[in-house]
């Protein structure tokens, strides 16, 4: 098992190759969710700035990271407020059950978009890492050269906007309500952050 997957454990598993993830079944699992894929990319970045020997491509990876480091924060934040509104639905329940914003069957027709979805957003974090990890040239790879400032930056923002589009894809695939509102203002996050990120 590659080192990213390792490093979401609690969010991913392998078994004969074939990755499975938890579909959320609330907000706060989507949230839960965005955190991990941060944490994911700023993981990457992270092992990546420590393999650069480039100052500049290394100034534009810790900018990246430091980037996600805010959004965590503010992903953290939305999923503690969406964790109170499910556990306050639970108590005016009766605290009998959890109301979910979705039930398990109706994303049974939908769930496996959703883990095409995600496996290949994952799987490409996998790649981005092996390739430098593998690369005789600790500066190069099939993704970018880390000498090239214009290069580093364009893969780093290509990833961001993978993200966004990923959220969108996931937001679209839930019925209008919580969760696709969380994958939404994720979307409308990391939007909003790579203007602090234009060079």
């Not at 993200?163 to 996931?170: A, E």
Request: charge should be neutral; proline fraction near 3%.
């Amino acid at each position: 098992m590659a080192a990213t997957a390792l490093f979401i454990q609690n969010q991913i598993t392998k078994e004969t190759e074939k990755i499975k993830f938890k579909v959320p079944t609330t907000a706060s699992e989507a949230y839960t969710l965005g955190i991990t894929m941060s944490s994911l990319f700023l993981h990457i970045l992270t092992i990546l700035s420590s393999q650069c020997k480039s100052e500049k491509g290394r100034e534009i990876l810790n900018l990246f990271a430091a980037q996600e480091e805010k959004e965590i924060k503010t992903f953290s934040s939305d999923f503690k407020f969406a964790l109170n509104c499910e556990i306050t639905r639970f108590y005016q329940s009766g605290g009998t059950i959890i109301p979910l914003d979705i039930s398990k069957e109706q994303i049974a027709e939908t769930k496996l978009l959703i883990t095409r979805n995600l496996e290949n957003f994952f799987n490409w974090m996998q790649e981005i890492e092996n390739s430098f990890a593998n690369n005789p040239s600790p500066d190069a790879s099939k993704y970018f050269n880390t000498k090239n400032v214009e290069d580093v930056f364009a893969t780093c923002m290509k990833a961001r906007m993978s993200i966004i589009g990923l959220y969108r894809r996931l937001a679209k695939l839930y019925p209008k309500g919580n969760i696709s509102k969380a994958f939404e203002e994720m979307a409308l996050t990391l939007e909003k952050g790579n203007e602090n990120l234009l060079i």
